[in-house]
């Protein structure tokens, strides 16, 4: 197998002024996961590397710069999802974790469950010997000021990036042709304490079924949960890869089979992403890799920051 990777930074109305910095960011987790897969190393790596960065990255919703709840806490939510298996590891509502897709993993890895949350979850960050640190530590002084505004004022998107977006991912195939898909976010501004959205649950945010492909989502979670959306994707991917379904959109000029597989990976994510608009009025994207490698995408707000690895090599970044 050729390995795949793609990645996304969250779909919402970017402005200009943030385009250099999203497009940094998603090339920067691009290097890191493709040098992992290049020199012949796993999917997992590889999405744990690349997610790693965009929860580094302040520009992005996800571990340090994210959103802050009602109480002016960062709380976080991530998974990984083995395609092989179909085993996911999960937490929610963490607090003190710098880079919560490394607790993630260690779910998937060495837990007899498949989600832990709040303080459960840290306990368990403990054992597996991962540093916890300060909440404060999490927390930049751009989302202080935006979540005091709204403390002050009404709620308003035009005191933040992103207002109800920003979640960031990863979907990874190695050259074993091992799938693995990441999600991770900081979720909503002045969010109850103790929400849950879409990002860390099994087909909601994220999903990987290697017989057919991976998925990470991004946008409004109710709505992304009430359709399932990474499990419908996925589900539309199988459908039109073994030739039982067609999604709307696929080009009859495909005339090659390595073609149409490609058109059917993008036809399955703006399929997927028309059914969230369609049945509940709310925006999204998400990203993908078929079982194949082959990268697909699709949004309906303003603008979604992403980028893959072209089967050259070379790296793409789009917002």
């Known amino acids: 197998m050729k390995p795949a990777l793609i990645v996304h930074g969250g779909a919402w109305d970017i402005p200009d002024a943030a385009i250099p910095a999203c497009k940094s960011g998603c090339e920067r987790a691009l290097s890191a996961g493709w040098r992992i897969l290049e020199a012949g190393g796993s999917a997992l790596d590889a999405v744990e590397a690349a997610v790693v960065i965009l929860e580094d990255d302040p520009v992005f919703d996800a571990g340090y710069g994210s959103h802050l709840n009602l109480d002016g806490k960062v709380e976080c939510d991530a998974i990984v999802m083995d395609g092989s298996t179909l085993r996911a590891g999960a937490i929610a509502t963490l607090q003190h974790a710098r880079n919560p897709v490394r607790l993630a993993r260690k779910v998937l890895e060495n837990c ?65 042709g091992q799938l693995f898909a990441a999600t991770s976010t900081g979720g909503t501004c002045c969010k109850l304490p103790g929400r849950v959205g879409d990002s860390p649950l099994i087909g909601c945010g994220c999903y990987a079924d290697q017989e057919a492909g991976g998925v990470s989502c991004t946008g409004y979670g109710e709505a992304i949960m009430k359709i399932v959306m990474a ?75 992403y980028g893959y690895v072209e089967r050259g090599g070379s790296i793409v970044t789009a917002v």
């Open 112 to 176: 007899p469950h498949m989600m832990l949350v709040a303080e459960g979850a840290e306990r368990f960050a403990h054992d597996q010997g991962i540093k916890l640190c300060a909440n404060e530590e999490l927390v930049t002084d751009a989302e202080r000021e935006a979540w005091s505004k709204c403390k002050m004022d009404k709620h308003a998107s035009t005191f933040h990036r992103g207002h109800e977006q920003g979640t960031v991912g990863a979907v990874a195939m190695d050259r074993n």
């Open 231 to 305: 499990k419908t994707a996925v589900d539309l991917l199988r459908r039109s890869l073994d030739g039982n379904n067609t999604p709307a959109g696929l080009s009859s000029q495909a005339t090659t089979h390595a073609q149409a597989q490609s058109e059917c990976a993008m036809a399955a994510a703006r399929a997927s992403v028309d059914i969230l608009a369609r049945r509940t009025g709310a925006t999204g994207g998400l990203i993908l890799l078929d079982r194949d490698g082959n990268p697909g995408w699709a949004f309906n707000t303003p603008r979604m920051s």
